[in-house]
């Protein structure tokens, strides 16, 4: 309905709703969590891991937890923290989940928090998508679909309002 905000309705089953903010752009919301450009690079050639990107903001009043991710595109999904020390890099993951408070947008991105996609199925090929199974401790499963972009991709189509960096295309 006009001037009614997409992420306050409450739908009565856990259901996957796809909303456009812009052409580009892939928005999934559930009972007051909503994730936003969900996007991972395109592997080389025998890769067995890699990465998820995207938003994830908690609309509602309390936290939330995203206790864990599944899907059928690798045999294990963790969530993941990177993050840099005394110029030392180091990966962790986060074995209970990733806590958002209410009103709160956690970004996942290249250097810091991201879904690590280990025994990879098949190879992640640009311009293809894959489906994902976010489970979070309120809100439930919310599904999502991931977009496949380029191999040198550092952020979300559409991020910057011109869409990905593809290095291998400048």
Do not use: C
């Not at 395109?42 to 937890?65: I, L, Q, W």
């Not at 599944?70 to 999904?77: C, D, F, L, V, Y």
């Not at 020390?85 to 074995?95: D, I, K, S």
Request: proline share 7%; aromatic share 4%.
């Amino acid at each position: 309905a006009p001037g009614q905000d997409p992420h306050h309705l409450k739908s009565p089953a856990p259901t996957l709703r796809l909303v456009s903010a812009a052409p580009k752009e892939a928005t999934f919301a559930q009972d007051g969590i909503v994730v936003k450009e969900p996007w991972t690079r395109a592997t080389p050639k025998g890769a067995k891991v890699g990465a998820t990107y995207m938003t994830v903001s908690n609309t509602g009043g309390g936290p939330d937890r995203l206790l864990s991710v599944s899907g059928s595109i690798a045999r294990k999904i963790e969530i993941h923290e990177m993050t840099t020390n005394n110029g030392v890099m180091t990966m962790r993951q986060l074995e209970k989940g990733l806590e958002i408070e209410g009103g709160k947008t956690v970004t996942f991105g290249p250097n810091g928090y991201h879904l690590m996609l280990n025994s990879l199925a098949q190879p992640l090929n640009a311009g293809d998508s894959f489906p994902l199974s976010l489970e979070f401790e309120r809100a439930g499963k919310v599904k999502i679909v991931v977009k496949i972009l380029g191999i040198g991709a550092s952020a979300a189509p559409g991020a910057d309002g011109h869409g990905a960096h593809d290095h291998n295309k400048m």
